[in-house]
């Protein structure tokens, strides 16, 4: 069965370092979106992404923040300058629909975390 | 905005007994969906059952069963004969319909469950 992949599955910065967080999504999806998850907290929304330009952002999702999709295949998301409030854990999400059907579940990858110190 | 609020933080449950965990929301919408994750220790989101809110017949998924109520807002997942692979954190989440690639979930808090043996 198809699913989303994401690597790394764990990475740890220095407060101030760029990272790029990397999804694979499910290969005939069109809707693709990011959530992090601060220990021990609620999953939140931060960015909603189609036709190669975001739809939708959270007020997380600052200038620090940028997404893109550089190939057929993957979906990036960029930290400028890493935060220590940035530790969570970042899903990808992905999401088919057709003129003919719309089809609402999001398939979630299984997380990077991200630790910064 | 919509909210979703999940009242029990934590709960436990006999193997092979039935648990309910509880949800409810708020919307001015008239149709949307809901949904129920599991996140279990590994932390990937993993899609447990959902249910269109036109649809006035609760979703079933074998063990895993909705009562939906959508005059009262509520939404609540029992587990049947649970497994201590059950045990997990479970959130509720909400999604408007029909939005493209806005489509993001909102999810509620979380409601940790514990199987014992």
């Known amino acids: 069965e198809p699913e989303v992949t994401q690597t790394p599955s764990h990475q740890v910065t220095q407060m101030g370092q760029e990272v790029i967080l990397r999804c694979v999504p499910i290969s005939n999806h069109l809707y693709f979106y990011w959530y992090r998850q601060i220990l021990g907290q609620k999953v939140e929304f931060l960015v909603s992404?189609?036709?190669?330009?975001?739809?939708?952002k959270s007020e997380i999702f600052d200038d620090q923040f940028s997404v893109e999709r550089p190939d057929g295949s993957n979906f990036t998301l960029k930290i400028r300058s890493t935060k220590l409030e940035d530790s969570a854990m970042y899903f990808c999400a992905s999401r088919w629909d057709t003129e003919l059907q719309y089809q609402e579940t999001q398939y979630f990858g299984p997380g990077t975390r991200l630790l910064v110190l | 905005a919509q909210t979703v609020t999940q009242s029990q933080p934590e709960m436990s449950v006999q193997e092979a007994e039935t648990v309910t965990l509880s949800c409810t929301y708020d919307t001015s919408e008239n149709n949307y969906y809901l949904f129920w994750y599991k996140q279990p220790p590994s932390r990937q989101m993993i899609l447990v059952i959902r249910q269109e809110a036109y649809k006035q017949q609760n979703a079933t998924e074998n063990r895993f069963s909705v009562n939906f109520q959508k005059a009262a807002k509520s939404f609540s997942l029992k587990i049947s004969d649970s497994q201590l692979g059950d045990t997990a954190m479970y959130f509720c989440?909400?999604?408007?319909?029909?939005?493209?690639?806005?489509?993001?979930?909102?999810f509620g808090t979380g409601t940790l469950l514990a199987v014992q043996p």
């Open positions: 992404f189609y036709n190669n330009e975001i739809s939708e």
């Open positions: 989440a909400f999604m408007k319909p029909y939005g493209g690639a806005t489509n993001k979930l909102i």
